[in-house]
């Protein structure tokens, strides 16, 4: 199994461009997520997706948008790129279901490798 | 609003037991999970407690007292290969799939 895969690993853009960022997981997983990771900071979720055809926002959607057309995959999409969208994107996913009573679902979350997006 | 503190950086030597601190201020508190991350790599799950008290796996433990909004992780017989950076990191009540992040402990193994 691949598990969490995402395309590009690197790309450069110029202010205004649009790009799309693909996501893809093989272990049936219902939740998705996009996160981005700033120098010195933690994870920041963008949006999440917890079953084909729903998204949601997180904690920093705005300049982004997403979709999930089919379970495996969970696309993240700039519009309009800004230098503040400068960062290192990671994809993850995970269950939903508590295994028991008080044990972990989705905070088990599996990650990516990671797309390192520069905009000029 | 909600937060969560942790150190900026640890540093231990080698075979040492290290504690990584973390405090939260959050509403619906549910649980708390610790993800580890290697030179910018795909952070991996390590602990996930919802219950006051230590769960341990292998020479990682993760600790949780729900009363002091605190819990931690302890490595022992540290290794160089845990030169890492660990996040704490908070899930709430009906907010299923929502984690937030602390912003990490940079820890350096020494020899």
């Known amino acids: 199994n691949a598990g969490v895969t995402q395309t590009p690993k690197f790309r450069v853009l110029k202010t205004g461009q649009s790009m799309t960022l693909l996501c893809a997981q093989d272990m049936n997983h219902e939740y998705m997520y996009w996160y981005r990771q700033d120098p010195g900071m933690g994870l920041r979720l963008i949006h999440y997706s917890v079953g084909e055809g729903t998204t949601a926002k997180g904690e920093v959607p705005d300049g982004y948008n997403v979709s999930r057309l089919k379970k495996q995959n969970f696309l993240l999409g700039l519009e309009s790129a800004a230098p503040s969208q400068t960062s290192v994107y990671f994809c993850a996913s995970s269950y939903s279901l508590r295994t028991s009573g008080r044990g972990s679902s989705w905070e088990t979350q599996y990650f990516g490798p990671g797309t390192r997006l520069l905009v000029l | 609003g909600q937060s969560l503190e942790q150190p900026s950086e640890v540093t231990a030597v080698e075979g040492a037991i290290v504690q990584i601190n973390c405090t939260y201020q959050?509403?619906?508190?549910?649980?708390l999970s610790w993800y580890q991350q290697h030179d910018g790599g795909a952070p991996t799950f390590l602990s996930y407690?919802?219950?006051?008290g230590l769960e341990e796996t292998g020479r990682f433990s993760s600790f949780l007292s729900r009363s002091d909004s605190y819990g931690y992780l302890l490595l022992q017989e540290l290794q160089m290969k845990d030169s890492a950076s660990y996040f704490c990191?908070?899930?709430?009540?009906?907010?299923?799939?929502?984690?937030?992040f602390g912003q990490g402990t940079e820890l350096s193994v020494k020899p």
């Open positions: 959050t509403s619906g508190f549910y649980g």
């Open positions: 407690n919802a219950l006051d």
């Open positions: 990191a908070v899930s709430r009540y009906n907010q299923g799939g929502k984690l937030i």
